[in-house]
């Protein structure tokens, strides 16, 4: 998991690469919804995940709560569910 730092790297790169009005990007992370005791992949809250998108660059399109399921042949054989947030911004002008 990326830390605040290099996930501001990355927004930064993102925004060099990404097509102004018609460019998306969409990103998956786990929420801060899910309890503890949780010790590894980072969790990450809705503000916060909000917060590494400049307004005057990125329009947040809309954040949403989903899950994340592991697959069966990466060592899940009754399924591993994790509450998630998928986000979808448009690069503005």
Not at 52 to 72: G, K, Y
Not at 74 to 80: I, L, Y
């Amino acid at each position: 998991c990326l830390d605040d730092t290099t996930i501001k790297l990355y927004v930064n790169e993102l925004s060099q690469l990404v097509k102004p009005e018609t460019g998306r990007v969409f990103v998956g992370c786990f929420s801060s919804s899910n309890p503890d005791p949780w010790d590894n992949p980072r969790r990450i809250s809705r503000e916060n995940l909000n917060s590494f998108f400049d307004p005057t660059v990125w329009e947040i399109i809309n954040i949403r709560d989903t899950w994340w399921s592991r697959p069966p042949d990466r060592g899940s054989s009754q399924g591993s569910f994790s509450m998630a947030l998928w986000m979808e911004a448009r690069k503005k002008r």
